[in-house]
């Protein structure tokens, strides 16, 4: 399937809805005679605790119901939460509400609900949480008093990918060795509209809706913690603010407010505001590496090994374990030909918020380590940082490239993308502009990356297709936005298999009773899944209507065909387009023609890839750092709309950009958060953006019908390796030889008085 000469272009159809405030968000959409839910969080991080005052709290004006996990016992409930573990990993209990003991900030103890918020936060403050603050563990290293006694060395995973005895002897026979620590840290992903969430029962029924990315995750889980048939819950999404991973999770708070519910017969709403989304949103990265290489005497890469310590938080998120296991493996050695590669990681509970999934989920992180490494080795070396990467990669005629960790590239042209870059970025001017910077007292570098990505999540998808009463078309998708364009971009890919005019669809998504299947948003699957499925749809509808329409037209089936959106049979004048085929049968009483569900799985996974260049000035006198310039090459493969690619590109950069240049989620000595509030947790701004520039080289996939890559989580697996480098390259020159991010003015400040104290300058 191509796209056709004729698709709709322009602005996204969503937009005028949002932007002018039509928008429908969850807590927008919760019935109005439904109650309000507070919950009463741990003030400390570590701490035996007790509460007192509950009964009194529980006569106060409107306040309905006050529940804690005894509560949940008590329904003949376990109040635990699951979680997806990787093979031997420690599996402690996540209580619902905490039971006994609390294990980070913000840990929900009791949820009150009430007639209003005021009255819930009243009846909150009047509970006495008693507790005794226990020690805690906030070292990203195996050891310490456990937090759990299923793991007792506080080890939640010890994981394991690619040749590992072929990776030490590689690393044992090569002409030159080198060894780098890399520190990722922990961020919080902050999207625009806080958590929320509200919960109902209608004749035994549950229905909850939320801020999510999939609508059946949700759904499965909330049957399994009631111990009820799924066929007896319904969850919806409505418009959400942002998703970038974070919001896939089963968090706490859902079946609590759905248990809530349940107990009073009436509907049970909750909204976050901004500091207790940032306390207890899943947490991101936060993990440090060593990453050993081995080069031969032409000093390309022949074997490579990466130990990390990856901070799970204090309990099990739903991905957690998976993150820097398996999809952080899926990338290990990112462009490069190297065989003798391997990677162990371990994962640390300590007494902070659950880590999770958070835009490109392990695939930056390993990134992030093999391109510092790569550009460290670089400058060791003395080479151009560009010709040393090119010298190291796959080329083209090896794809399909099987990888030291199972994985299986499909196509690209890597040293292509490089060279594209270098030539975008204009490198050969470069030297030219760090002067003209030195003259102003300022330091100029430059940081290159090659990435390349994996897409992730399920590989099958459901759709349906209805043609209605008054002449549009719904479309029913098993993704779900969260701002990417959906309604646009899956309306488009329908447009262009069928010739179906974009504007006369309407997408429906996010409503677990109208889609009996989905794989939701994830991964970056949800175009390209969506355009396989979209693709068998349209094949199902061509062969349902070729032959009702052959009778109509009085022509044989097999003289009927099916070209640019048109049936067409020799001898006969009439073309009819899948609208007017649909009228047909309408007026006919087919009914069996107006819907049409298909089901497709992908084939392979498809793998993204590109390059990124940043330029950047720093200021020595206040450590200042300035973003000056920013190029993207990239091959997504086919592009159904190259605006909403360039837009998730955009995106994607700017989320990468902010974790290296000012994002950092720190706690204190105590495990108190540090930054729980816009005022005190930086993000970038347009003034801190430079135009980021796009352009496309694109080899289309095999493994899917469009020849589609994705694109979703791209930005964000070149952009922070991409501006670290940037600003290493930049102090290199005084005497700064391992610059660790955030890269905020008082840290390079630091770093180049540490360096100049040293004399290494």
């Given at each position: 399937m191509t796209p056709k000469s004729g698709t709709s272009q322009g602005g996204r159809f969503e937009d005028i809805r949002l932007l002018s405030g039509h928008g429908r968000y969850t807590d927008e959409t919760a019935p109005a005679d439904a109650l309000v839910a507070v919950f009463l969080r741990a003030p400390v991080a570590h701490a035996t605790i007790s509460l007192d005052g509950l009964e009194e709290a529980r006569t106060m004006p409107g306040v309905a119901d006050i529940l804690t996990a005894a509560e949940i016992r008590a329904e003949g409930i376990d109040p635990d939460l699951p979680a997806t573990l990787v093979k031997g990993g420690a599996s402690p209990p996540r209580p619902a509400l905490a039971e006994g003991r609390v294990r980070h900030v913000g840990e929900a103890i009791a949820c009150v609900v009430a007639t209003s918020r005021a009255a819930a936060l009243d009846a909150a403050e009047a509970i006495a949480l008693d507790f005794e603050e226990l020690p805690a563990k906030l070292d990203l290293a195996e050891g310490g008093a456990p937090l759990h006694e299923e793991a007792p060395e506080n080890r939640a995973y010890t994981f394991r990918a690619g040749a590992w005895d072929a990776a030490e002897a590689g690393l044992e026979a090569a002409a030159h060795r080198l060894s780098f620590e890399i520190a990722d840290h922990r961020v919080i992903c902050n999207p625009m509209e806080p958590r929320a969430a509200w919960a109902g029962w209608t004749e035994g029924r549950l229905h909850v809706c939320l801020g999510g990315q999939n609508v059946w995750w949700i759904k499965s889980r909330l049957a399994a913690w009631f111990s009820v048939p799924e066929s007896q819950v319904r969850v919806t999404i409505p418009d959400v603010g942002g998703g970038f991973g974070t919001r896939a999770m089963f968090y706490p708070e859902y079946p609590v407010l759905a248990l809530a519910a349940r107990r009073l017969g009436?509907?049970?709403?909750?909204?976050?505001?901004?500091?207790?989304?940032?306390?207890?949103?899943?947490?991101?990265?936060?993990?440090?590496?060593?990453?050993?290489?081995?080069?031969?005497?032409?000093?390309?890469?022949?074997?490579?090994?990466?130990?990390?310590?990856?901070?799970?938080?204090?309990?099990?998120?739903?991905?957690?374990?998976?993150?820097?296991?398996?999809?952080?493996?899926?990338?290990?050695?990112?462009?490069?030909?190297?065989?003798?590669?391997?990677?162990?990681?371990?994962?640390?509970?300590?007494?902070?918020?659950?880590?999770?999934?958070?835009?490109?989920?392990?695939?930056?992180?390993?990134?992030?380590?093999?391109?510092?490494?790569?550009?460290?080795?670089?400058?060791?070396?003395?080479?151009?940082?560009?010709?040393?990467?090119?010298?190291?990669?796959?080329?083209?005629?090896?794809?399909?490239?099987?990888?030291?960790?199972?994985?299986?590239?499909?196509?690209?042209?890597?040293?292509?993308?490089?060279?594209?870059?270098?030539?975008?970025?204009?490198?050969?001017?470069?030297?030219?502009?760090?002067?003209?910077?030195?003259?102003?007292?300022?330091?100029?570098?430059?940081?290159?990356?090659?990435?390349?990505?994996?897409i992730l999540g399920a590989p099958d998808e459901t759709t349906t297709v209805e043609f209605t009463q008054e002449g549009r078309v719904r479309l029913y998708v098993g993704t779900q936005s969260a701002g990417q364009g959906h309604e646009t971009v899956h309306a488009r890919l329908l447009e262009a298999r069928t010739g179906i005019p974009a504007h006369a669809v309407d997408v429906v998504m996010g409503d677990s009773d109208l889609i009996a299947k989905g794989g939701g948003t994830g991964g970056s699957r949800s175009v390209t899944v969506q355009a396989m499925v979209t693709d068998r749809a349209g094949e199902m509808m061509e062969a349902a209507f070729a032959s009702f329409l052959a009778a109509e037209l009085g022509v044989p089936e097999d003289a009927l065909t099916f070209e640019d959106g048109r049936f067409r049979a020799e001898g006969s004048n009439a073309a009819p387009d899948l609208m007017e085929a649909a009228r047909m049968a309408r007026a006919a009483g087919r009914g069996d023609l107006l819907k049409h569900t298909a089901t497709a799985t992908l084939p392979g996974r498809s793998f993204p890839n590109g390059a990124h260049a940043a330029e950047v000035e720093v200021d020595p006198e206040t450590g200042d750092v300035s973003l000056l310039s920013y190029k993207v090459v990239d091959d997504f493969g086919t592009l159904i709309d190259p605006v909403l690619a360039i837009g998730q590109v955009h995106g994607g950069v700017a989320q990468g950009v902010g974790q290296a240049l000012m994002e950092r989620a720190a706690h204190d000595e105590e495990g108190q958060a540090l930054a729980v509030t816009f005022m005190d947790y930086a993000m970038p701004r347009a003034y801190d953006l430079p135009m980021i520039e796009f352009s496309q080289r694109p080899i289309p996939s095999p493994r899917n019908p469009v020849g589609m890559k994705g694109c979703g989580e791209a930005g964000t697996v070149g952009a922070i390796a991409a501006v670290s480098n940037a600003v290493q390259d930049a102090l290199w020159a005084r005497g700064v030889r391992n610059a660790q991010m955030p890269f905020t003015a008082s840290r390079v400040w630091a770093m180049l008085q540490e360096a100049a104290g040293s004399g290494d300058s």
């Open positions: 009436r509907p049970v709403r909750w909204a976050s505001d901004r500091s207790e989304t940032m306390l207890t949103d899943a947490g991101a990265r936060d993990l440090v590496s060593t990453v050993e290489m081995g080069f031969d005497a032409q000093k390309r890469l022949t074997a490579y090994r990466v130990r990390n310590l990856s901070n799970l938080g204090a309990y099990n998120s739903q991905f957690g374990q998976g993150i820097q296991c398996g999809n952080f493996s899926r990338v290990l050695t990112g462009v490069y030909d190297v065989q003798d590669a391997a990677m162990e990681t371990v994962g640390i509970y300590t007494n902070t918020t659950p880590t999770d999934a958070y835009r490109g989920a392990g695939r930056p992180e390993a990134i992030y380590a093999l391109e510092r490494a790569m550009d460290q080795a670089a400058r060791v070396f003395g080479e151009d940082p560009a010709s040393f990467r090119r010298r190291s990669m796959i080329r083209p005629d090896q794809l399909p490239y099987a990888t030291a960790t199972g994985e299986s590239y499909d196509v690209g042209d890597f040293p292509g993308i490089l060279d594209a870059l270098c030539k975008k970025a204009d490198l050969d001017g470069f030297e030219a502009r760090r002067a003209a910077s030195e003259a102003k007292g300022r330091l100029r570098g430059i940081g290159l990356v090659t990435y390349i990505e994996a």
